[in-house]
């Protein structure tokens, strides 16, 4: 796991195989998963930043 997390593109290879199992280890592969992994992230933000706020103005 620490392998991971200090290297970048183990990082990338990991999440190109989760998003895209049967993909290949190509450069845009990779970027895409990256890309795919940080829309994601962003999504996600948004999501719980709306619901909370949501509970805050149902006072």
Same mark, same amino acid.
């Given at each position: 796991? *620490?392998?991971? =997390?200090? %290297?970048?593109? +183990?990082?990338?290879?990991?999440?190109?195989?989760?998003?895209?199992?049967?993909?290949?280890? =190509?450069?845009? +592969?990779? $970027?895409?998963?990256?890309?795919?992994?940080?829309?994601? *992230?962003?999504?996600? =933000?948004? $999501?719980?930043?709306?619901?909370? $706020?949501?509970?805050? %103005?149902?006072?």
């Amino acid at each position: 796991m *620490k392998r991971i =997390e200090t %290297n970048g593109l +183990e990082q990338a290879l990991t999440l190109r195989r989760h998003y895209f199992p049967d993909g290949e280890d =190509e450069p845009q +592969e990779l $970027a895409r998963a990256l890309w795919l992994d940080q829309h994601e *992230k962003e999504r996600m =933000e948004v $999501a719980v930043m709306s619901a909370v $706020a949501r509970l805050f %103005n149902h006072r």
